[in-house]
C-alpha cells in the first residue's frame, strides 16, 4: 500500500501564480497515484498567509473543483515560517509524508519524485538542496551564499543551499511538533529532530511571476532570527571580546606606570578619548545582543500561540482524511 503525500505550500499574497502552480503540481500528484508511488488521498495544501488579494477565493475555488486540493486560511500574516509550520501540523494528522515548497515554483516540482523515493528507502527527511545558482543575480548569490556561512559560523547550523523544500516523514513531523519555540526558524530546527536524512540536488529557478517576499532587509533580519534562535555564540563572543579588552587594558596600564615611573609626560588626549568612544561603542553593542536575548526569552516565555487557524477545507463527503 502507497503512503498519503501532502504539499504544503505557504501563500502570501501569491494570486498571480497559483493557477500555474496548481497545475503542475496536480500533475505531478496524479502522475505519482498512476504509478502507485502516493495514495489517492494524497492532497496539496495550500496555507494562505494573511493575504490581501484574492489567493483564499482561488484556494477554495481550487478546492472545490478538484479533490486534490486542500487549504488551510490563517487568522492574519504570520510570515513564512509560521505559515509552514501551521501546514505541515495540519497535514501531521493526516498524512505519512508531507513536502514543504514555495508557492512561486522555485523549487523543481520534479525533484519530489526523488524525494519520494529516498522516503521509502528510509529516509525521514529530505533535504532539497540546490546545486547551483546560476539564475540568481550576482547579488542574490551573493548575499545569500553569505548567510549561510554567517549562520554556520555564528554556531547556527544549517544544511548549506538549503531553504525550505524538504520533505518530512510523519514521525519527523511528529518530531517537529515537540519543538515548542515561538521565534521558529525551521532551517534551524529540522535538523535537530535527528533520524535518517536523505538530500536531493536540484536547480532553483526564476520566479514564475509577482515579486520576492523576501528582500535583503527582510533577509537580514531573518539572519539575525536564525543566529540568536538556534545558538549562544555571539554572547559568548562578547565574553571573549571583553576579556580581550581587560587583557589590552591590563597592557596598558603597566605601559602607563613604566612611563609614569620613567618620568615621561602624560601622552595626548587624542588617544585617550579614542579609547572612550571604542569602548563606549562595544559596551552598546554587547549590551544591544545581550537585549535581543532578553528580548527572546520574554517572547518565548508568553508562550503565544504560533498561529491561528480561521479555517481547514474538508474533503467534501465530510470526512478528514
Ligand atoms: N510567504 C508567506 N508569508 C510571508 C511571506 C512569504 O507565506 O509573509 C511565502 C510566499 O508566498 C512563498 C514563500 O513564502 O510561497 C517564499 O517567498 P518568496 O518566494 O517571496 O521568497 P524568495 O524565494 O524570494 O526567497
Ligand atoms: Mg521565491
Given amino acids: 500500500m502507497a503512503d498519503i503525500l501532502y504539499i504544503v505550500v505557504p501563500c502570501y499574497n501569491e494570486e498571480e501564480v497559483l493557477p500555474e502552480t496548481s497545475r503542475r503540481l496536480r500533475e505531478k500528484l496524479e502522475g505519482l497515484m498512476a504509478a502507485g508511488k502516493i495514495a489517492p488521498e494524497s492532497r496539496v495544501l495550500f496555507v494562505n498567509d494573511g493575504s490581501r488579494d484574492r489567493t483564499w477565493e482561488i484556494i477554495t475555488q481550487l478546492h472545490q473543483e478538484c479533490p486534490l486540493f ?89 544544511v548549506f543551499n538549503h531553504a525550505d523544500y524538504r520533505l518530512m516523514s510523519k514521525r519527523a513531523l511528529e518530531g517537529l511538533a515537540q519543538f515548542k519555540e515561538v521565534n521558529l526558524f525551521l532551517r534551524g530546527i529540522v535538523p535537530m529532530i535527528g533520524y535518517r536524512s536523505g538530500t536531493v540536488e536540484y536547480e532553483r529557478g526564476e520566479r514564475f511571476a509577482g515579486e520576492s517576499k523576501y528582500p535583503l532587509k527582510k533577509m537580514l533580519s531573518f539572519a539575525m532570527e536564525g543566529i540568536t534562535s538556534l545558538s549562544v ?39 585617550m578619548i579614542c579609547s572612550v568612544w571604542a569602548i563606549g561603542g562595544l559596551i552598546l553593542l554587547s549590551l544591544g545582543v545581550i537585549g535581543e536575548y532578553i528580548g527572546k526569552i520574554y517572547l518565548e516565555s508568553k508562550e503565544r500561540p504560533r498561529f491561528l487557524l480561521r479555517e481547514v477545507l474538508e474533503d467534501r463527503d465530510g470526512k478528514a482524511d
Avoid at 515548497?101 to 527527511?125: F, K, R
Avoid at 563572543?237 to 580581550?244: D, P, Q, V
Avoid at 591590563?250 to 602624560?266: C, H, N, P, Q
Fill in 70 to 158: 486542500s487549504g488551510a486560511d490563517l487568522s492574519r500574516n504570520r510570515g513564512h515560517q509560521n505559515a509552514l509550520l501551521a501546514g505541515l501540523m495540519t497535514a501531521k494528522d493526516r498524512c505519512d509524508m508531507a513536502i514543504s515548497m514555495d508557492a512561486d515554483l522555485q523549487d523543481d516540482v520534479d525533484a519530489v519524485d526523488a524525494m519520494v523515493e529516498q522516503y521509502y528507502a528510509g529516509c525521514d527527511i529530505v533535504y532539497g538542496v540546490r546545486f547551483s545558482r546560476k539564475k540568481d543575480t550576482f547579488f542574490k548569490r551573493f548575499t545569500a551564499e553569505g548567510f549561510y556561512r554567517l549562520m554556520n559560523t555564528m554556531g547556527a547550523e544549517t
Fill in 233 to 271: 555564540k555571539p554572547i559568548r563572543m562578547i565574553t571573549g571580546l571583553g576579556f580581550f579588552v581587560f587583557l589590552v587594558s591590563i597592557l596598558m596600564l603597566i605601559y602607563s606606570i613604566v612611563r609614569w615611573a620613567m618620568g615621561e609626560t602624560i601622552l595626548g588626549w587624542a588617544s
